[in-house]
T-cell receptor, first 112, second 115 residues
Framework: AQSVTQLDSHVSVSEGTPVLLRCNYSSSYSPSLFWYVQHPNKGLQLLLKYTSAATLVKGINGFEAEFKKSETSFHLTKPSAHMSDAAEYFCVVSAGFQKLVFGTGTRLLVSP | DTAVSQTPKYLVTQMGNDKSIKCEQNLGHDTMYWYKQDSKKFLKIMFSYNNKELIINETVPNRFSPKSPDKAHLNLHINSLELGDSAVYFC??????????????FGEGSRLTVL
């Protein structure tokens, strides 16, 4: 069965420093992977997606993620954090045509 | 103009009551979903409809009944509410099936509190 594990429940960074949110996946076939962001009291929004094309995927708001098959990882990064990046981030894997499986989320805290 | 809108945004009710949450999307999408997000932020699919036809029905109690009168609307009715039903319920829609595109458009959620 397809699953994702988000290795950190909380990540704290200072504004202007790099962001790294870690995600490992488990899949019996070549997966499609996604990152979603949820700002407080809002719905989720797609940040970026990997669907077996380029392994380095660029998303909105300066985020990017790299698919590493050898490490079964799909970590989310951003060179310089902004206060507005504070949110909950979800790593997601497709499970067949119809379903997405969400990770447990990582809360990103950004301090001035 | 909100793409996926849910009403009500907040719902506080007593155990044993029946309640409904409504969802509408104006994106012209063919597929709609209900997700449940618990207090630890874990998000789980409940139901999915494609062109008004039920295609996903996860292990959800029979007290939960979705209804799709047309492909722009997907409502969720819950009978005999229990404490454990307290959660945020998200409606979402997509043009393609979720696993194909991965791009779901979410509403802002309906926070249900059962006392």
């Amino acid at each position: 069965a397809q699953s994702v594990t988000q290795l950190d429940s909380h990540v704290s960074v200072s504004e202007g420093t790099p962001v790294l949110l870690r995600c490992n996946y488990s899949s019996s076939y070549s997966p499609s992977l996604f990152w979603y962001v949820q700002h407080p009291n809002k719905g989720l929004q797609l940040l970026l997606k990997y669907t077996s094309a380029a392994t380095l995927v660029k998303g909105i708001n300066g985020f990017e993620a790299e698919f590493k098959k050898s490490e079964t990882s799909f970590h989310l990064t951003k060179p310089s954090a902004h206060m507005s990046d504070a949110a909950e981030y979800f790593c997601v894997v497709s499970a067949g045509f119809q379903k997405l499986v969400f990770g447990t989320g990582t809360r990103l805290l950004v301090s001035p | 103009d909100t793409a996926v809108s849910q009403t009500p945004k907040y719902l506080v009710t007593q155990m044993g009551n029946d309640k409904s949450i409504k969802c509408e999307q104006n994106l012209g999408h063919d597929t709609m979903y209900w997700y449940k997000q618990d207090s630890k932020k874990f998000l789980k699919i409940m139901f999915s409809y494609n062109n008004k036809e039920l295609i996903i029905n996860e292990t959800v109690p029979n007290r939960f009944s979705p209804k799709s009168p047309d492909k722009a609307h997907l409502n969720l009715h819950i009978n005999s509410l229990e404490l454990g039903d307290s959660a945020v319920y998200f409606c979402a829609s997509s043009q393609l099936l979720a696993g194909l595109s991965g791009e779901l458009f979410f509403g802002e959620g309906s926070r249900l509190t059962v006392l």
